[in-house]
């Protein structure tokens, strides 16, 4: 084999530093190595490429990959699985480039890799971080076990407009515990120990403010203060970068008129400078091309201002491999910049140990030891059982009895290609559990299942086709909408509940799956509609991406159901909460409206001048004429099987100065019926303050599980440091007064009691 002349310096230089400090080894290897590059090969370690042509992976997206790779014109892959697959594309690169450098290989492992999980807004609802870290860690052991140790994940935006099709991705409206859930997913993907064989570096994405994209319309616009930033958006992005993230992705959207992967304030000096980011940033896929339609120049012009602005790794659009050489020659950039840049990269290479051994990665004895195990299936299925939400349960029509007969109907109630929910690539839609499935392991022959498919996910084809666009999604049945509701409501006659599975398909919501209307489709109401007049039991399992407009079934059903797309063990984990094997505990973690007109609605909204208290009507009031001001269902809203009680707040201290702490207790008693855990929320107000601050935020949680009949005090600590936000000249601080403390059980369900800051 060809003596590799990367191996020889890096044995060479491990040996003349073993006994240095690790950061300085690492300054030291990558800067011998770069002393050795071209300015080409230092371009082409900012390229980043998904194949085709030469390694079979099917997407034919760059073209020439073996010729690039052996060029060393490449610095990262994405889209290739597979220890021998990835072996052989990162043998190109070590074997027949100059250098040898290896490359970096990513995939897009958003909630679980071949396990997976419920989408992350699903997975936020349990309200769980050792839960959420764990998802996390089981990914990053299947991912890395398949080859792939670099992931585009967590999507930590936070989201207030249900109408953007990728709140599905993320958790949901509120900064404190977005903040929270982007750390357990660093913490989950990269442990303590990048180099292990069983960690991922993570990227959070996507920055910035994706989330509050114009209309709720994918890669639209943002404008916003620097103080809503500061407060509201920016928090989770920093909490990952705080928890260790390896990798930035820039956002396609503009922020305050200039698009992020050219964005200097934001890539620089707000992320490096100011937070003390240390990796590297990627760009989202050919957002440095996008910047030409966002009227900032060619690509040669586009490319150079990413450049500048601190993005170091350009994806798929190879502007900065075509042209970042020219703009060296004409004085646009310099070389300097281009060696900060793929200095970043070498050393992202060297913490995930890729400079010592290329091929860690690649054990072809792991995929079958430790992907889809019988382990984490159960995880799958456990996580998916505490993310559902219980929005409704008159006269406790659930749990349901193991015994009697079942109508199980709807068009998701034998779906399997829906059950995985939007970007799942690596997951495997033949290996989900369908609703029906789910429910006959569950009950075996104790209840008899009747089945009636009752409607489409949606009637008309065109529609179906943009739903279908990575496979078929919805099929349409050849029968009418009425023959099929007739079928249904013909099974419901002979049954003693009836169980309608109902919903969204899973590519209804992700990315370009934007809606403008958040009702159910009308076919699917239809069948709601037909079923409820049978005077049956009915039990919605609603199925979605994002909260829903469900005011209607709210008032036809007895029961409701929030499953979200629940992954790989979707219909065990259903039938597990269904008949009781598991009391439901999740909690919205984003807020369902009455209609689209009151979007965006979240509960840390501020005050007007002229606030309405309650949904009574008065004129001249913060108000609509056609609809209540409160949510449908508010953040932090979900039902149990049994009943919790909270008593009045004490506090330990009614008055505070700066370096003091006070507490904040309530005795939690469960009154019900079932043992259960309640998520119990502390919300703070400012009462006044120099800049409007929101008339509740969440500053803390705890989830407790209690016996039937029993009692808990639960105590929380607040210090100043609960107390600080951005004023308007955008320092972090807590201002003197009066402040509310409130403990519930969601946003507009709590206790309340002061305290003041002296």
């Known amino acids: 084999m060809k003596k590799l002349l990367f191996l020889t310096i890096a044995f060479a230089l491990f040996i003349s530093c073993g006994q240095q400090e690790k950061e300085s080894d690492m300054d030291r290897f990558v800067g011998d190595l770069m002393s050795q590059m071209t300015v080409q090969e230092k371009i082409g370690q900012l390229n980043l490429i998904t194949p085709g042509g030469g390694i079979p992976t099917g997407s034919v997206v760059s073209t ?44 897009d492992v958003i909630h679980g890799y071949k396990t997976t999980f419920p989408i992350p807004l699903g997975i936020s609802a349990s309200w769980d971080m050792e839960l959420i870290e764990k998802t996390a860690r089981i990914a990053a052991q299947e991912a890395t076990a398949d080859g792939i140790f670099w992931n585009f994940s967590p999507m930590v935006d936070i989201a207030r407009d249900p109408r953007w099709g990728r709140v599905a991705e993320g958790a949901g409206e509120d900064p404190f515990l977005g903040s929270l859930v982007a750390k357990a997913m ?30 709720g319309r994918d890669y639209n616009t943002v404008d916003m203060s620097r103080n809503r930033m500061f407060n509201d958006y ?24 200039i698009p992020a992967s050219g964005n200097r304030w934001l890539l620089t000096d707000l992320l490096r400078d100011q937070w003390g980011f240390d990796g590297f940033v990627v760009s989202d896929y050919t957002s440095v091309n996008e910047m030409i339609a966002h009227g900032m120049g060619d690509l040669q012009a586009v490319s150079a201002l990413s450049l500048k602005a601190g993005l170091d790794m350009d994806m798929v659009g190879e502007g900065f491999l075509t042209t970042l050489e020219k703009s060296l020659e004409e004085g646009k950039v310099t070389e300097a910049e281009i060696d900060l840049a793929c200095r970043r990269i070498l050393e992202a290479k060297y913490k995930l140990g890729l400079l010592d051994d290329p091929y860690r990665y690649f054990d072809e004895t792991r995929p079958e030891k430790e992907i889809l195990t019988a382990e984490n299936r159960q995880a799958a299925r456990d ?23 079942v109508a199980l109907v709807g068009p998701l109630a034998d779906s399997q290609n829906n059950m995985l929910g939007t970007w799942a690539p690596t997951g495997e839609h033949h290996l989900a559990v369908k609703v029906i499935d789910g429910v006959k392991i569950v009950v075996g022959d104790e209840v008899e299942i009747l089945y009636a498919k009752g409607a489409n996910i949606v009637d008309d084809p065109e529609y179906a086709e943009k739903i279908n666009v990575f496979g078929p999604k919805v099929e349409i049945d050849e029968r009418s909408p009425e023959e099929m509701i007739r079928e249904a409501l013909a099974v419901s006659a002979r049954a003693d509940v009836i169980v309608a599975v109902v919903g969204e398909a899973s590519e209804m919501s992700g990315e370009s799956a934007n809606r403008t209307n958040l009702q159910l489709p009308e076919n699917q109401k239809k069948l709601v509609r037909a079923l409820a007049k049978t005077e049956k039991p009915l039990v919605l399992v609603m199925m979605s991406g994002r909260p829903l407009a469900l005011v209607e079934e709210n008032e036809l059903a007895n029961a409701i159901l929030q499953v979200w797309h629940p992954g790989v063990e979707a219909g065990n984990a259903i039938a597990d909460v269904l008949f009781g094997n598991y009391n439901p505990s999740g909690k919205l973690t984003m807020t369902f409206p009455r209609n689209v007109g009151q979007i965006p609605i979240y509960y840390a909204h501020r005050n007007t001048g002229r606030p309405q208290e309650g949904d009574t009507f008065e004129k001249f009031k913060t108000n609509y004429l056609d609809s209540p001001n409160s949510p449908l269902f508010p953040f932090g809203y979900g039902l149990s099987y049994t009943k919790f009680e909270y008593s009045e707040i004490t506090l330990s201290k009614t008055t505070i100065s700066a370096d003091e702490t006070l507490e904040a207790r309530v005795t939690l008693t469960n009154t019900g019926d079932y043992d259960g855990e309640e998520v119990v929320q502390l919300y703070i107000r400012d009462v006044v303050t120099s800049i409007t601050r929101p008339v509740k935020e969440l ?14 005090e639960v105590s929380f600590t607040l210090s100043e440091e609960d107390l600080k936000f951005y004023n308007y000249d955008l320092e972090f601080v807590a201002e003197p007064g009066e402040f509310i403390v409130f403990i519930g059980t969601s946003s507009d369900e709590v206790k309340e009691t002061r305290f003041v800051l002296e």
């Open 64 to 107: 020439d990959v073996e010729a690039k790779i052996k060029e060393g014109n490449v610095g990262g892959i994405f889209g290739v699985s597979g220890p021998q697959k990835v072996r052989q594309a990162q043998q190109l690169a070590i074997e027949e480039s100059r250098l040898g450098i290896p490359m970096i290989f990513g995939s």
């Open 699 to 712: 500053k803390g949680f705890q989830k407790i599980f209690l016996k039937a009949g029993e009692s808990k």
């Open 234 to 257: 920016m928090p989770p992005y920093k909490a990952a970068v705080d928890a260790g993230a390896g990798c930035v992705m820039s956002s396609f959207n503009d922020v305050n008129g």
């Open 383 to 405: 996580v998916a059982a505490r993310s559902f939400v219980l929005l409704k349960n008159n006269n406790q029509v659930l749990p349901l009895k193991k015994s009697g007969t």
């Open 186 to 215: 660093v913490r989950g993907y990269q442990q303590d120990d990048l180099a292990h064989e069983n960690t991922m570096m993570a990227t959070v994405k996507h920055m910035a403010l994706y989330g509050a994209s114009e209309a």
